[in-house]
């Protein structure tokens, strides 16, 4: 089964880090562009970050640009996502999903659960 | 960045009737790469159509997409009580790709 799994997540105070990971199953992992997606609670959805098979092309939206750091070990099959200097506004659900095809860009056909991040003092 | 404005913000319909969603780009978007998702509460959102028209493995010949350039339409034939939710497009031809702020399509 094709499977993703989001971890980390949790309450953390402002200025402060969090690292996130996901965790690939039942694909080719090492194939594929992966990218981090969050939706703040009752909002909509907001690309974050993708990076490519080998971690050659990387990109960030420019409201985490110079704060997340998206990486992945294709040895391990995994996703990660370090986020320091987080803010309120960073308040969001965090899914990890899997673009169809192999290339960079691409719709999203397999998304993680979601791992909740709350930033509050 | 292109940003997706999506129509209405909330579709009111009956199970069997026809929903047509619209979603319109700021700019052309590039190669039609656009996407249609399906989102339940406490779910994860589900890819239904990708690069415009072309329909995701297990959805149903119900849904389909279509357009060009700027203007964007998810058509759902015949509703179904499962297919009342939260539908997004995105845009994934341009950098940052980018998501419309979606259209509820709740039960009449």
């Known amino acids: 089964e094709v499977q993703l799994v989001e971890s980390g997540g949790g309450l953390v105070q402002p200025g402060r880090s969090l690292r996130l990971s996901c965790a690939a199953s039942g694909f080719s992992f090492h194939d594929y562009a992966m990218h981090w997606v969050r939706q703040a609670p009752g909002k909509g959805l907001e690309w974050v970050s993708g990076i490519s098979w080998n971690g050659g092309s990387i990109d960030y939206a420019d409201s985490v640009k110079g704060r997340f750091t998206i990486s992945r070990d294709n040895a391990k099959n995994s996703l990660y996502l370090q986020m320091n200097s987080l803010r309120p506004e960073d308040t969001a659900f965090y899914y990890c999903a899997k673009v169809i095809v192999t290339t960079w860009s691409g719709a999203f056909n397999i998304w993680g659960q979601g791992t909740m991040v709350t930033v509050s003092s | 960045e292109i940003v997706l404005t999506q129509s209405p913000g909330t579709l009111s319909l009956s199970p069997g009737e026809r929903a047509t969603l619209s979603c319109r780009a700021s700019?052309?978007?590039?190669?039609?790469?656009l996407a249609w998702y399906q989102q339940k509460p406490g779910q994860a959102p589900r890819l239904l159509i990708y690069g415009t028209s072309s329909r995701a493995t297990g959805i149903p010949d119900r849904f389909s997409g279509s357009g060009s350039g700027t203007d964007f339409t998810l058509t759902i034939s015949r509703l179904e009580p499962e297919d009342f939710a939260v539908y997004y497009c995105q845009q994934y031809g341009s950098s940052p790709q980018t998501f419309g702020q979606g259209t509820k399509v709740e039960i009449k």
């Open positions: 700019q052309s978007v590039s190669s039609n790469y």
